[in-house]
């Protein structure tokens, strides 16, 4: 696998962690007259989801596709 592609596959992974941490906060709003315990259960599913995206963030930053390099041939 090429640079290239992990550096895709990060951000695609970045993007849908995101979207799901939006999707567990809209969960833990819309639920919170259940009770406290529903709301909270999605609040701490948000922040995993928007921990792990971070953490793909720092990964692509090492893996992300620079340009060209140059080879020593030597």
Do not use: C, K
């Not at 819309?30 to 259960?41: F, H, I, L, S, Y």
Request: proline share 5%; charged share 15%.
């Amino acid at each position: 696998m090429t640079r290239v592609y992990w550096h895709r596959l990060l951000v695609a992974v970045v993007i849908v962690l995101i979207v799901a941490a939006a999707l567990f906060y809209l969960f833990s709003v819309t639920m919170a007259p259940q009770g406290p315990d529903v709301a909270e259960r999605f609040v701490a599913l948000a922040w995993i989801s928007f921990v792990a995206a971070v953490g793909a963030g720092i990964v692509d930053f090492f893996v992300r596709f620079n340009g060209p390099r140059p080879r020593d041939d030597r």
